[in-house]
């Protein structure tokens, strides 16, 4: 009987020791490759970037369907670029961005032309500016409605893709990170303090009262409510770290 116990034992600090550790190490192994891929969220929806030469590729699903934005050309050595929106409910749109490389260190648009040839954009457009400029030198700036969270998106004949949308794809600029990194901060600081204040119990409490109270003493309600925390917080840890990738 004491043998089994001793063996029970053993497995138990196996499992705690060994293989509980390894598959935290895996589960985050993969949570951080989610993490860090790289795409760029287009209406709410996070499209995965592939490069194939020349071509970027951007896809994702949405609830609607699936999406595929391509991106044709290189805006250092190409004078235009293809960007092709192949969008759920069967829409597709198709742009050929017009650049000028009178600068060589910051080349611009001049103008966007849709599939039909009809020139939609006439002006100026650099990288990393906020707004477009059209042939009058007139700012052009547009509410984007779509950029908005939880806002329903109506892919049908009418849809409309927005002008900066195009420039911004063509030049890269909306290229990010899959995760929020905000939230994975506020996580790792839950988690943090969390094993300090398991890790040593008193010292978060000492830490807050040490100037005011000589050899301050927790409470009871103090010592369950620390107790507490020691679930909820790494709960809200988690959550916290899952809302980042979604």
């Known amino acids: 009987m004491i043998i089994e116990r001793i063996r029970e034992m053993n497995r138990k600090n196996i499992f705690l020791k060994i293989v509980l550790p390894a598959i935290l190490v895996i589960i985050l192994i993969f949570y951080f490759r989610a ?20 071509e970027r590729h951007y896809m994702g699903k949405s609830k609607h369907g699936g999406i595929h934005i391509t991106v044709k050309g290189l ?11 192949r ?30 040839g009809n020139i939609i954009f006439e002006g100026e457009y650099k990288k990393g500016q906020q707004y477009m400029v059209d042939k009058n030198g007139k700012p052009l700036f547009s509410f984007d409605i779509t950029a908005l969270r939880n806002v329903d998106i109506a892919y049908d004949e009418s849809y409309k893709v927005p002008l900066k949308n195009i420039a911004e794809f063509a030049f890269s600029e909306t290229d990010t990170f899959r995760g929020e990194i905000h939230y994975l901060i506020y996580a790792i600081i839950l988690f943090f303090v969390t094993w300090i204040d398991y890790k040593y119990p008193l010292f978060l409490f000492k830490l807050n009262y040490w100037l005011h109270v000589e050899d301050p003493k927790p409470s009871e309600f103090y010592l369950t409510m620390q107790k507490i925390s020691y679930v909820v917080f790494p709960i809200i840890g988690i959550i916290l770290m899952i809302a980042a990738i979604y």
Do not use: C
């Open 75 to 85: 805006e250092d050595t190409h004078d235009s670029i293809e960007v092709v929106y």
């Open 35 to 54: 993490f860090f891929t790289k795409g760029v969220y287009f209406n709410n929806t996070f499209l995965v970037k592939s490069v194939v030469g020349a």
């Open 87 to 116: 969008l759920p409910g069967n829409v597709n749109r198709q742009y050929t961005v017009m650049l000028n490389h009178e600068n060589k260190w910051y080349p611009s648009i001049e103008n966007i032309i849709d599939k039909d």
